[in-house]
């Protein structure tokens, strides 16, 4: 991406996440259209540059520590209301709202936040932190979707086609391992340990995936495939029609179209609910909460326990021992009769 319009303070920033703390670029590049949104804003409000100024066409260049040093909490309320009420309308929203959503703007909340924090405890740039007692947007609390076991089925037995082996081993993997798609098109042959896999997951953090006998039988079909197509010395896993590494993008296509050949409705479901369908099949069946957080990679033990609320067995258990669950009033007699 782009960066040239970056003050040199946000590039600083940019590259501490990116070198020392380890984040992905495409995690670094979210935090710079974030902040640089925000900066736009900033100079926007203040009357820095006419106020009939389009907010894409704003430059940043100028932004320097004495700029920063003036945020104000309450400049970036402004800012979130601004979000929460003009920059966007939300298409078919349940009310004429416009606006990002609470989720967006947490995000973008984040990007502010990690910035402030670098400027006064890394960078040491600010002694005061505008953003230090910022409340976050309430999120609303959803359970993820995901395929049953039945959906599971139908989705990997309708996959044909020429990629067949290639197709079935991903959604395999992806039902079976939970793998986030990033991690599956970032898979290289020298990844494959046999019984295992080497997963770089966010953050860049490695770690293993253990396969079960319908993940190595999937991945061994495709690998004779794959031995008559691969160019010499091409790393990647899995490969595109191209005979080059595998997309992001056409990895979701390819979901996108087995979903529909299965029968399901492929605008419910993305690669990120196979990886909750996994999570979900895997606890309904015995795995602890904490297993499960290391086989996904979660960081935190409050990402995985969502999962836990999604069918827990304890929960019906306790609803069936209710002694009114088996409780019907008796029929009254009629007045007339």
């Known amino acids: 991406m782009d960066r040239s319009d970056a003050p040199q303070v946000l590039r600083d920033f940019l590259v501490y996440h990116e070198t020392i703390r380890g984040h992905s670029r495409n995690t670094v590049d979210e935090y710079y259209l974030d902040l640089r949104n925000f900066l736009r804003y900033l100079k926007l409000s203040r009357g820095l540059v006419p106020r009939k100024s389009e907010l894409d066409e704003i430059s940043i260049q100028d932004v320097d520590v004495d700029f920063l040093s003036k945020v104000t909490l309450a400049e970036i309320y402004d800012y979130l209301s601004f979000l929460a009420r003009d920059r966007i309308k939300q298409p078919n929203s349940a009310e004429p709202e416009f606006g990002l959503t609470a989720t967006s703007r947490a995000r973008k909340i984040a990007a502010i936040r990690s910035f402030f924090k ?18 976050s947007p309430k999120l609303p609390k959803t359970l993820p979707r995901y395929l049953t076991l039945e959906e599971s089925q139908r989705l990997l037995s309708a996959v044909d086609g020429r990629n067949q082996e290639r197709d079935y081993c991903i959604l395999c993997l992806f039902l079976n391992c939970g793998l986030r798609i990033s991690e599956l098109v970032g898979l290289n042959i020298s990844d494959d340990h046999g019984d295992n896999l080497r997963v770089v997951g966010k953050g860049n953090k490695e770690r293993t995936v253990y396969l079960n006998d319908a993940c190595r039988a999937a991945l061994d079909r495709y690998l004779e495939v794959r031995r008559s197509l691969a160019p010499p010395r091409v790393a990647a896993l899995f490969l595109s029609t191209r005979r080059t590494r595998m997309s992001v993008d056409a990895v979701q296509v390819m979901v996108k179209k087995n979903l529909t050949k299965a029968g399901l409705d492929a605008s419910l479901y993305s690669t990120h609910k196979l990886r909750h369908t996994a999570a979900t099949l895997m606890l309904q069946n015995g795995v602890d909460v904490r297993t499960l957080q290391e086989v996904l990679g979660h960081e935190n033990l409050n990402t995985t326990q969502i ?5 827990n067995a304890e929960l019906r258990t306790a609803a069936a021992a209710n002694p009114l669950g088996h409780f019907t009033p008796k029929e009254t007699k009629n007045d007339d009769a």
Not at 118 to 135: F, G, I, S
Not at 307 to 311: F, N, S
Request: without cysteine.
């Open 118 to 135: 670098y400027l006064t405890v890394k960078a040491k740039l600010l002694e005061e932190n505008p953003v230090q007692d910022l409340d």
């Open 307 to 311: 999962y836990t609320h999604i069918d």
